[in-house]
């Protein structure tokens, strides 16, 4: 939620040697790293919570100089997966169940993509978690990893949101995904949204709400993103509604709720 430049400025004066984030944060910094603001020697990176592509993997371990280490995790259970030395990720059966499902809730087999899990917390028994249903498309493999854990080793293909580029004094600002979405959740109260870039300084809101009820969320929405946006250092943006659309259902793995111009 902090503008780029005071993150980069609390980091350099903190100097930790691992750094955990999202991979969309985690490339904006190396990417202030590439430009020489960033100063940090980082031990290693440790991303979740969205997915992490080889690509964006190569370059935020070129830029920072240290190993990147991805984890799966969700807000009900954090770290459900870890990475190892392999570079797999192992599901921590033993203090949870995760299953691979179909949309119907039916059991996928090993090896096969779910199009949605069913997670059992084992740990918490303050607050009982069974068999609840998240979005994010899972593969659970057969067979042991070379490691040798005997944890199981699983794909997931979770959030695939954009970072949002746009015009700021000096050059791009940046937005990141998951504070966009945290600003329309907090400060909007909407959850069921998808934001597209239009240009450089217009985004299109698109909301499932019409008539009166749409009006007013758009209202809020707009003054919740360009207060956040001119916080960032952007130069002042448009927000365009569009109620009534169908629109990705909360914060699901499967669809992009944010995508930038071109993307
Ligand atoms: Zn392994």
Avoid at 89 to 95: G, M, P, Q
Avoid at 239 to 249: A, S
Wanted: glycine share 10%; charged share 20%.
């Amino acid at each position: 939620m902090q503008p780029v430049d005071a993150l980069v400025d609390a980091l350099n004066a903190f100097t930790p040697t691992v750094l955990a984030s999202y991979p969309t944060v985690a490339l904006l910094l190396a990417e202030q790293a590439e430009r020489g603001r960033l100063k940090v020697g980082l031990r290693e990176v440790w991303t979740g919570g969205e997915t992490l592509s080889p690509a964006v993997r190569q370059r935020i371990e070129a830029a920072l100089g240290c190993r990147v280490r991805n984890s799966y995790g969700t807000s009900e259970f954090l770290a459900m997966a870890w990475e190892c030395e392999a570079g797999q990720l192992h599901l921590n059966t033993d203090w949870l169940l995760l299953e691979p499902v179909d949309e119907y809730n039916r059991s996928v087999p090993l090896g096969q993509p779910s199009s949605g899990v069913l997670l059992t917390s084992l740990a918490n028994t303050v607050q009982p978690l069974i068999r609840y249903a998240m979005g994010d498309r899972m593969t659970m493999h057969p067979d042991r990893c070379g490691c040798g854990s005997p944890f199981p080793v699983i794909d997931v293909q979770g959030r695939r949101d954009d970072i949002l580029r746009m015009r700021g004094l000096t050059g791009d600002v940046a937005l990141l995904p998951l504070a966009l979405s945290t600003v329309l959740e907090e400060q909007a109260g909407v959850f069921d949204f998808q934001l597209l870039q239009r240009d450089d300084s217009t985004l299109v809101l698109r909301l499932p709400l019409a008539g009166h009820a749409g009006r007013e969320a758009l209202k809020c929405c707009r003054a919740a993103l360009q207060s956040f946006a001119v916080a960032q250092g952007a130069l002042p943006i448009r927000v365009l509604g569009e109620l009534g659309q169908v629109v990705p259902r909360g914060r699901s793995g499967k669809a992009c709720r944010i995508v930038a111009k071109g993307g």
